[in-house]
């Protein structure tokens, strides 16, 4: 007697809960560097760090096309996408090196671009000048998670993310609150994390294929492997992750000048906005671990050339991820006076983020859509739409509002971010719907079949009972 298949909201939660365990602990880290700081006797040691870890957000994360690119190549290769696994590796490695080399002389002048006072400038500058000691690391690591994700080995980046994030935990407490060194203790307890990050990425490959390495070892002796051999594979690696690449970019552009206006009305203000970017991360990355479920079972069902899969994904994906932002959004709003006490004691800093808290609380139901739309696009390999709907985003939205609300204060520069998330979950929709309408997401020449993002009415589609897709794990179609 055969096993019987497992549902799609299973499936979904099976490959999402791992991931948001690991997103959250990103934040979470975050939030430690932040609340041990905040207890330092001076905010500048906070404003310090916020900058420099949002500069090294900008100029890592720029390169974040490594993760999502290599997550949907290897979820639609269909081969175990070890070739893909190796181009995107070796990539990050000679980026980072290339992103050490340019950016170490360049650092005063971008921290100064960032508004930083005169007390926080040499903290940020010096938080930055060892972060980049890791960058090769840290953006190879953005490749092996993205092909953990593609495999739909989801437990593998909750081993690499919590082993290292732990490690870095422990190291903030000797280096900043044990040996006082403030924002370098900091970075070098972040550049430690990245090394442990890159070891344990290596040593999990043999869990989920243990021929990864034979693998590897013939792809480096073929002689068609190498772009002046073979150009196709890596110009295709180089499309999607050009239009990630400019995506990513005009998202970094809009959350660093967040930063920076926030810097530009002093260090109290730049802290509350530090300890409200930290929260918004960590409801943003829990959110993004059904995003991460929806790339590799979207890439799957290209694969497959299954609608059926595709559809089923999207539906299960979104519910859940919808559920999940209303648990956060009523979490933020009563837990609101427990919440902000974790961060910091500073009276005038929390005074700031009071202010601005509701903003905050606003933001995971609509943002929300934006992250399930992206997961779906990265699984299809639409960058070029992520591209489009970003630049209007930034570009049409954010920083004309902030123009016309500079007289607004910190409400300006957070009511722009508001409309700027507003106009990504529009923008990604209307290219959803016109695809399930118009054109097959999986077989070309095929007519899709019109569906809603939480509620795909595919008339084909079995549901049992219990309101679930039931789909073989094996074949991608309905049973």
Not at 99 to 127: F, K
Not at 130 to 151: D, K, Q
Not at 411 to 436: D, E, K, Q
Request: glycine share 8%; net charge positive; hydrophobic share 55%.
């Amino acid at each position: 007697m055969s096993q019987p298949q497992p549902t799609m909201n299973s499936r979904v939660w099976n490959l999402a809960w791992p991931m948001i365990l690991s997103n959250i602990s990103v934040p979470l880290l975050g939030a430690v560097d932040t609340a041990i700081l905040g207890h330092l006797p001076s905010p500048v040691y906070l404003s310090g760090v916020a900058i420099g870890a949002s500069v090294m957000s900008m100029l890592l994360w720029a390169f974040g096309f490594l993760r999502m690119g290599t997550t949907g190549l290897v979820a639609r290769s269909g081969d175990g996408g070890a070739d893909w696994l190796l181009r995107a590796v070796l990539s990050g490695l000679l980026l980072g090196l290339l992103l050490a080399i340019i950016a170490s002389p360049l650092l005063e002048v971008i921290v100064q671009w960032m508004n930083a006072s005169p007390q926080a400038a040499p903290h940020a500058a010096a938080y930055l000048q060892i972060r980049l000691l890791s960058a090769p690391l840290a953006l190879a690591n953005f490749a092996l998670l993205g092909f953990f994700i593609g495999r739909q080995d989801s437990r593998a980046p909750l081993f690499i993310l919590l082993a290292a994030n732990a490690l870095n935990i422990v190291l903030d407490l000797v280096f900043i609150a044990g040996l006082g060194l403030g924002a370098e203790g900091a970075a070098m307890a972040s550049v430690c994390a990245d090394v442990c990050a890159f070891a344990c990425g290596l040593l999990r490959l043999r869990r989920v294929d243990a021929d990864i390495w034979k693998n590897i070892s013939r792809q480096l002796q073929r002689t068609d492997f190498f772009p002046h051999r073979s150009a196709a594979p890596w110009l295709e690696l180089a499309r999607i992750n050009g239009d990630l690449f400019v995506r990513t970019c005009l998202l970094l552009l809009t959350l660093t000048f967040f930063t920076a206006q926030g810097a530009a009305q002093g260090d109290a203000v730049l802290a509350a906005n530090a300890i409200l970017l930290q929260l918004l991360m960590m409801t943003s990355y829990a959110l993004d671990g059904f995003a991460h479920a929806t790339e590799a079972l979207v890439g799957e069902s290209v694969a497959k050339k299954s609608p059926h899969l595709f559809h089923a994904t999207v539906r299960s994906a979104g519910i859940w991820a919808l559920g999940s932002a209303a648990v956060i959004t009523l979490v933020l709003i009563f837990g609101r006076p427990l919440i902000l006490p974790l961060f910091t004691d500073l009276n005038t800093v929390i005074a700031q983020a009071e202010r601005a808290y509701w903003w905050l609380c606003t933001l995971p139901l609509i943002a929300v859509w934006s992250y399930q739309l992206d997961g779906v696009f990265i699984g299809a390999g639409k960058s070029r739409e992520m591209r489009d709907s970003m630049f209007v985003a930034t570009v049409l939205v954010f920083f004309p509002v902030w123009w016309l609300t500079r007289g607004w204060g910190n409400h300006g520069v957070w009511f722009s971010l508001f409309l700027w998330f507003v106009s990504r979950s529009l923008g990604l929709a209307v290219y959803y719907r016109y695809y399930t309408l118009k054109v097959s997401w999986v077989v070309p020449g095929q007519q899709s079949h019109p569906s809603s993002f939480v509620v795909s009415s595919i008339a084909t589609s079995q549901i049992n009972g219990k309101g679930d897709t039931t789909v073989d794990v094996r074949s991608g179609s309905d049973v």
